[in-house]
């Protein structure tokens, strides 16, 4: 996994402030507050979640599935970025 290894410490400072945001919301809710503040920090919790997922999932696909050393075809780029785009919406 190349991609994650040069790209490790970005990664875990993003794992990092989603423990945060989870920390916050365990906070939260040991202190009794609106669920309605609690809801928006989860969702919060939740987008950085799939930020990191995409972010991860775009890495694989240009370097696993797309193997840039085999020079991939336009076509095949092309479908690769499709793909990763399609993705990211999903995850958001």
């Known amino acids: 996994m190349a991609h994650t290894v040069r790209g ?18 365990a906070k939260a809710l040991a202190e009794e507050r609106d669920c309605s503040a609690i809801l928006q920090m989860i969702a919060a919790c939740r987008g ?5 997922m995409s972010e991860v999932i775009e890495g694989h696909v240009r370097e696993h599935v797309i193997d840039p050393a ?11 970025e499709e793909l990763i785009d399609v993705l990211k919406t999903y995850l958001r």
Request: hydrophobic share 35%; net charge positive; proline share 3%.
């Open 8 to 25: 490790k410490e970005k990664l875990l400072n993003r794992v990092r402030r989603i423990r945060g945001q989870v920390d916050g919301i």
């Open 48 to 52: 950085a979640i799939g930020g990191l």
């Open 70 to 80: 085999r020079r991939p075809t336009r076509a095949q780029s092309e479908a690769a």
